[in-house]
């Protein structure tokens, strides 16, 4: 099967002025997707869809009308890329805020929701008891979150895991609540007994990859081993993450997305492919999706005007033009092997969409 891969779009408040207008490297890289595989058997999207709130510590209170219009857009934008619309979504740290709380305008709504609201319920089906784990947001009383979740597509084992809503504001990056990593354990475990079935696992944030020590940012070690200690010993377990984005962590080899772990959560391949002697060691792998926004000047000059919710006057927003430097990903999956490749949508040396990185093939453990 063929799974593309989408992340961390970052449509900036600005961009979301009625009408709302979506991040430009989203559309290209389905654009790209489909000039290359067609379409594929699943979509995923790694959450980070908004940010870059006037404040943090509170909902930034985004109308109600614009979150509707930007869903629309963005929903049908990444169904273009999979077959019968099937695309999975979890919510990142930043997706929480726009409307987390009431006001004068708004009641509070859940812009992490892709299932109740649609389009999951409808392309991926219903979700049965046992095949999720739900919890309840303190400022959304009424409304369940699907904190963890299982779907099987074309024979292959989906998770996907959101971040503590409750956590919102607690942090910048949130944590993953421990009951609900408690639910994947268990759940792996029961699909996955001899550790050698193809998951996929797909969550926001990771806590490690290639460029960066992230462990800084993570001192809760409690909910890292959680999540690591319910990954370990599936040896065909791929955790898709994004989280991390932006010039820093452009890939000009796709191998270098992919961070293959042992039983004590070492990594094995630091500095180049995994090599076939030790597949035998890996426990689990994670992989890195991309990201469709990179940060500084590293946009073309054709931005929007406009104001934030609260935020005064409208002003020009560089950052909301054209990316110079966006990747996403597609997986090819077969009997005995799953293949990465990385792309890119923007025009920075290096990284433009001529630049196309080799592919990554991880051999299946029998």
């Known amino acids: 099967m063929k799974i593309a891969c989408f992340t961390d779009i970052h449509n900036q408040q600005c961009m979301l002025n009625f009408p709302t207008v979506l991040r430009s490297s989203a559309v290209a890289a389905v654009d790209g997707v489909l000039a290359e595989w067609g379409k594929c058997d699943l979509a995923i999207d790694g959450g980070d869809n908004f940010s870059d709130y006037p404040y943090w510590e509170r909902s930034c209170a985004l109308p109600y009308k614009n979150w509707l219009d930007i869903k629309k857009k963005l929903v049908d934008n990444f169904a273009r890329a999979a077959k019968c619309k099937r695309v999975l979504y979890v919510g990142g740290n930043n997706d929480p805020i726009l409307g987390d709380l009431p006001t004068r305008d ?10 109740h609201t649609g389009p999951m319920k409808e392309t991926l089906g219903e979700l049965k008891e046992g095949e999720f784990f739900g919890g309840f947001c303190k400022s959304k009383v009424t409304e369940i979150y699907h904190l963890a979740f299982h779907y099987v597509v074309g ?39 001899d550790g050698k079935k193809l998951i996929f696992v797909v969550g926001h944030v990771n806590t490690a990859c290639r460029e960066t020590d992230l462990s800084i940012h993570y001192p809760r070690a409690d909910w890292v081993d959680a999540l690591h200690g319910a990954f370990r010993g599936h040896r065909n377990l791929f955790f898709l993450y994004g989280h991390v984005h932006g010039q820093d962590f452009m890939h000009d080899a796709s191998w270098q997305s992919v961070l293959h772990f042992d ?23 994670t992989v890195h999706m991309g990201g469709l926004r990179p940060f500084g000047k590293a946009f073309l000059d054709d931005g929007l005007t406009g104001a934030v919710p609260e935020g005064g006057e409208p002003h020009y927003c560089p950052g909301t033009g054209t990316p110079t430097m966006a990747q996403y990903m597609v ?15 923007g025009s920075a040396p290096g990284f433009s969409v001529d630049d196309k990185p080799e592919p990554y093939t991880v051999r299946l453990v029998k």
Do not use: M
């Open 106 to 115: 708004n009641p509070p709504y859940n812009t992490c929701d892709f299932y």
């Open 155 to 193: 024979g292959v084992d989906f998770f996907g895991l959101n971040l503590d809503p409750d956590d919102a504001f607690n942090n910048h990056d949130c944590t993953y609540n421990a009951d609900s990593l408690v639910w994947l354990k268990n759940k792996l475990a029961e699909i996955d007994p």
């Open 263 to 285: 039983d004590s959560f070492e990594i094995i391949n630091e500095n180049g492919p995994l090599e076939k002697k030790d597949r035998e060691r890996v426990s689990f792998s």
């Open 331 to 345: 997986i090819e999956t077969s009997p005995d092997k799953v293949t990465f490749t990385v792309r890119n949508t």
